[in-house]
């Protein structure tokens, strides 16, 4: 078991590396599909997606691409509602005992959700470009930016996807700013925020610590591998397809 996990952690990894597509989207529907209860895939996920996003984020830190005012507006909304959102999903359990359905379902909704922005980040970016709320300096847009921190990291909590990919879009149609600051921003918002989810999921027992490490052993040179090749690939066809593959996930999911 644990080699076909290492195994499948290095697919997936080579896949994100390959696309840019977010790992938890392939990840914690798989774990799920081959039986992991959904609760376990969903906290180890976040777990396993903080210790990746670390390094991640200290290497955009170095390069100076991170926007902390804009992280700091995401976190204060993001990261409470992720907490409640696993709170309440502990809350649910005790009092209904259906918190694998919960989870399943919500998974399947929001992988179709990741599909759909996927597509429309890869071939309508252009449309997102100079728009007036862009334009509007970021702190008249606060309010906004914690509301859409709260909603999103609400989604985060309960499923552990779109840490990535829904914020990335969010930031792509309101704020103006370079790729790689809005790739730096990203991955150093996600990694505040699964981490705190990380932690809530762990202090109630959904952590599964040796199925963590089998997939970091394998998905770390599957990421090295795959943006290695990255560049000898058409980018949005393989994006498109990865799309497809998380829609038809979250489509069995919710089936």
């Known amino acids: 078991m644990s080699m076909g996990i ?23 529907p798989v774990l799920v599909l081959i039986g992991i209860n959904p609760a376990i895939a969903v906290g180890t996920d976040l777990v396993y997606n903080s210790i990746t996003k670390l390094f991640g984020s200290i290497q955009h830190w170095k390069q100076k691409t991170i926007n902390m005012r ?28 259906n918190q694998e359905e919960i989870i399943k379902h919500a998974l399947g909704y929001v992988l ?11 071939f309508m970016k252009d449309k997102f ?8 300096p970021l702190e008249e847009k606060r309010t906004l930016t914690i509301a859409i921190g709260a909603v999103l990291g609400f989604i985060v909590g309960l499923t552990s996807i779109g840490s ?22 990203d991955i150093a918002h996600a990694f505040l925020l699964v981490t705190a989810a990380g932690i809530m999921h762990a ?6 610590y040796a199925l963590m490490m089998n ?17 000898k690939f058409p980018a949005k066809p393989l994006r498109a397809v990865m799309s497809v593959i998380i829609l038809m996930s979250g489509l069995k999911l919710i089936a």
Do not use: W
Request: hydrophobic residues 55%; glycine residues 14%.
């Open 164 to 185: 990535g990919s829904l914020f990335a879009l969010a930031m792509l149609y309101l704020y103006k700013m370079r790729p790689s600051e809005l790739v730096g921003t």
């Open 112 to 122: 179709i959700l990741v599909a759909l922005t996927t597509l429309v980040k890869t």
């Open 70 to 97: 804009l992280v700091k507006y995401l976190a204060i909304g993001s990261v409470p509602s992720a907490i409640c959102a696993v709170g309440l999903l502990h809350l649910f359990d005790s009092f209904f005992n």
């Open 203 to 208: 202090g109630i027992g959904n952590v599964d």
């Open 215 to 231: 997939l970091l052993l394998g998905s770390i040179p599957g990421v090295i591998l795959g943006s290695s090749l990255s560049a």
């Open 6 to 28: 290492i195994i499948m952690g290095l697919l997936v990894g080579f896949l994100v590396g390959l696309t840019g597509v977010g790992g938890a989207a392939l990840l914690t």
């Open 129 to 136: 470009e100079s728009n007036y709320i862009q334009r509007k």
